[in-house]
Antibody, heavy 118, light 112 residues
Framework: EVQLVESGGGLVQPGGSLRLSCAASGFTFSSYWMHWVRQAPGKGLVWVSRINSDGSSTSYADSVKGRFTISRDNAKNTLYLQMNSLRAEDTAVYYC???????????WGQGTLVTVSS | QSALTQPPSASGSPGQSVTISCTGTSSDVGGYNYVSWYQQHPGKAPKLMIYEVSKRPSGVPDRFSGSKSGNTASLTVSGLQAEDEADYYCSSYAGSNNFDVVFGGGTKLTVL
């Protein structure tokens, strides 16, 4: 059974940092591109970042470029999102999602809440 | 990087059909046959309902169907059931040089 389990969310002050993790199981993690998608309270889904299967290629939404870094450890079957210089508008539930191909997200984690507030 | 355009709400009575539109550009919806639709119930993670415009993953009822014409994709839910009440989001591949994936703003489907 495919499982994606996010962790690392919490309350952080503006300007602070946080690292999210997404533990994958039930499939060959190293064969899949992975993404982070976020959802602000009461708002819609917003794509955040993508990493290819071996970690050699990444992309980011304009809103997080230069502040967030996506990475993966295929030996640990884990996806990461390092978030720096956090702003109030980064407050959201962050989901990791498996990319079956061309942005088709066939499995999602349960999400982890990040709250940026003083 | 603009979001795809969806109506904020849609509704229908049990047994009826409802269609939700999703409008993009030639750089996303119109340029690729990689439109997906997701269902999200409150407090839950999104669930893939339609991929590659009109394909259904295993386990998704055939009451759900998708189509595309030009820059606009559509999701049709036939034979509405109470459990179909949820938020629905479209998404489209936008090219790896162009911010991989773009989502619509979401449509709240109400079963009357």
């Amino acid at each position: 059974e495919v499982q994606l389990v996010e962790s690392g969310g919490g309350l952080v002050q503006p300007g602070g940092s946080l690292r999210l993790s997404c533990a994958a199981s039930g499939f060959t993690f190293s064969s899949y591109w992975m993404h982070w998608v976020r959802q602000a309270p009461g708002k819609g889904l917003v794509w955040v970042s993508r990493i290819n299967s071996d970690g050699s290629s990444t992309s980011y939404a304009d809103s997080v470029k230069g502040r967030f870094t996506i990475s993966r450890d295929n030996a640990k079957n884990t996806l990461y999102l390092q978030m720096n210089s956090l702003r109030a508008e980064d407050t959201a539930v962050y989901y990791c999602a498996r990319d079956d191909d061309f942005g088709i997200f066939d499995y999602w984690g349960q999400g982890t809440l990040v709250t940026v507030s003083s | 990087q603009s979001a795809l355009t969806q109506p904020p709400s849609a509704s229908g009575s049990p047994g009826q059909s409802v269609t939700i539109s999703c409008t993009g550009t030639s750089s996303d919806v119109g340029g690729y046959n990689y439109v997906s639709w997701y269902q999200q119930h409150p407090g839950k993670a999104p669930k893939l309902m339609i991929y590659e415009v009109s394909k259904r993953p295993s386990g998704v009822p055939d009451r759900f169907s998708g189509s595309k014409s030009g820059n606009t994709a559509s999701l049709t839910v036939s034979g509405l059931q109470a459990e179909d009440e949820a938020d629905y989001y479209c998404s489209s591949y936008a090219g790896s040089n162009n911010f991989d994936v773009v989502f619509g703003g979401g449509t709240k489907l109400t079963v009357l």
